[in-house]
Each structure stands twice: as structure tokens, then as C-alpha cells.
């Protein structure tokens, strides 16, 4: 069965502050791994990431994945409060309707 | 205006009752989903269909049934047999493509009163 755990389960800081959100995995047939940004409502998606040691960045955030030692990291930059909300991880599988498997996410809050 | 919409927002149910959440699509995606998010927890997936008239079960259909009558619309009904169905339900759908990730519906609370 696929399992993903994300650490840590909730996390209080102040803006400005840089984070790092932790995912890591166990999947029989890997194809991909998201994250997502969940604020009360429908998840927003971040990155997908397939290739080890390729970072990807958009703004304040990049994400990296190892799929030799089986996680990813989520770094935050100079935190805002717009950036409270739930972040998902989940991972892909190879078969044809390629299911999600989802971690039970990282409450942050950003404090002014 | 194109996107997933998703019917009702709020949703309270009896004891009993049978309930269909609706959720529709414009984007001219093949797949979708149907996941169900209760507090503290990520996404469990209920059911999926990939194409029209098709739909698999996933990791907790027990309780639900699915139809996929048109390609923009994939309803679920949450049954008398569900026995704790207050949760967030989300829908989300993909295009066929390597690269095409999931995309999400805003979502329907269910509350059992």
C-alpha cells in the first residue's frame, strides 16, 4: 500500500521567516510527486516533480525531490501571512489512472 | 467562465437519507475524481472514471456510488449505508497527458444532523 507522511503536522512562525516542509514516501510504482496548497477550500497545485536533484522554484517557493532516499522538501522564503494554509503532499503511481496517494498535510501559520 | 463547479457548498443530511453532490466541468477533461478530506487528514480517494460510462472504485467506496453519464459531469450519491459521511468532498479531474496534474473543485460539506 502507497504511504505518504509529511512532517511536521503544523507549524507556527512569523513573516519573514524561511520554512522547510518535509514529505516522504513509500510507493510500489512512482511516477511523480505534487504539492499542493490548500486554503479552506479546493487545493491549488505547486509543483509536480519526477527528476531527483532538479529543483524547481516559483517565487518565494522551490521544491526539490530525492527519489533515491524517498522525500521531497518544500522551502518558503521570507514568509507571508497569505501563506497560512494546509500544504499537501501526494504522490503518483504508474498505472493507467494514475491515483493519487495523499499526506495528512502541514497546518502553517503564518503569524505578522 | 470554465472551470469545476461543485453543488451544494453546505450539504446536511439525515440520518438515513440518501444525498447526491453534483460536480461539473467545462474544461474538456477525461478523467475524474471524487476524494473525501475529513480534519487533519489528507485526500482519500472514493471513486475515479477515465472515460464516460466507466468509473473504478478507489481506497473507501464502500457507502457511495458514482455515474459517468457525460463526460462534463460526474455526480456522487453518498448512501443511507455511509455511516459517517459528514466530511469535505472534493472533485478534481485531469486532462490525458503525461505532464497534466489534477485539478480541484472548491469542494461540498456534507453534515449529518
Known amino acids: 500500500e502507497d504511504k505518504v507522511v509529511q512532517s511536521p503536522l503544523s507549524l507556527v512562525v512569523h513573516e519573514g521567516d524561511t520554512v522547510t516542509l518535509n514529505c516522504s514516501y513509500e510507493v510500489t510504482n512512482f511516477r511523480s510527486l505534487l504539492w499542493y496548497k490548500q486554503e479552506k477550500k479546493a487545493p491549488t497545485f505547486l509543483f509536480m516533480l519526477t527528476s531527483s536533484g532538479i529543483e524547481k522554484k516559483s517565487g518565494r517557493l522551490s521544491s526539490i525531490l530525492d527519489k533515491k532516499e524517498l522525500f521531497s522538501i518544500l522551502n518558503i522564503t521570507a514568509t507571508q501571512t497569505g501563506d497560512s494554509a494546509v500544504y499537501l503532499c501526494?504522490?503518483?503511481?504508474?498505472?493507467?489512472?494514475?491515483?493519487?496517494?495523499f499526506g495528512s498535510g502541514t497546518q502553517l501559520t503564518v503569524l505578522p | 467562465d470554465g472551470g469545476i463547479t461543485q453543488s451544494p457548498k453546505y450539504l446536511f443530511r439525515k440520518e438515513g437519507q440518501n444525498v447526491t453532490l453534483s460536480c461539473e466541468q467545462n474544461l474538456n477533461h477525461d478523467a475524474m475524481y471524487w476524494y473525501r478530506q475529513d480534519p487533519g487528514q489528507g485526500l482519500r480517494l472514493i471513486y475515479y472514471s477515465q472515460i464516460v460510462n466507466d468509473f473504478q472504485k478507489g481506497d473507501i467506496a464502500e457507502g457511495y456510488s458514482v455515474s459517468r453519464e457525460k463526460k462534463e459531469s460526474f455526480p456522487l450519491t453518498v448512501t443511507s449505508a455511509q455511516k459517517n459521511p459528514t466530511a469535505f468532498y472534493l472533485c478534481?479531474?485531469?486532462?490525458?497527458?503525461?505532464?497534466?496534474?489534477?485539478?480541484f473543485g472548491p469542494g461540498t460539506r456534507l453534515l449529518v444532523l
Open positions: 478534481a479531474t485531469k486532462h490525458r497527458g503525461v505532464q497534466e496534474t489534477q485539478y
Open positions: 501526494a504522490v503518483e503511481d504508474t498505472g493507467s489512472a494514475r491515483q493519487l496517494t
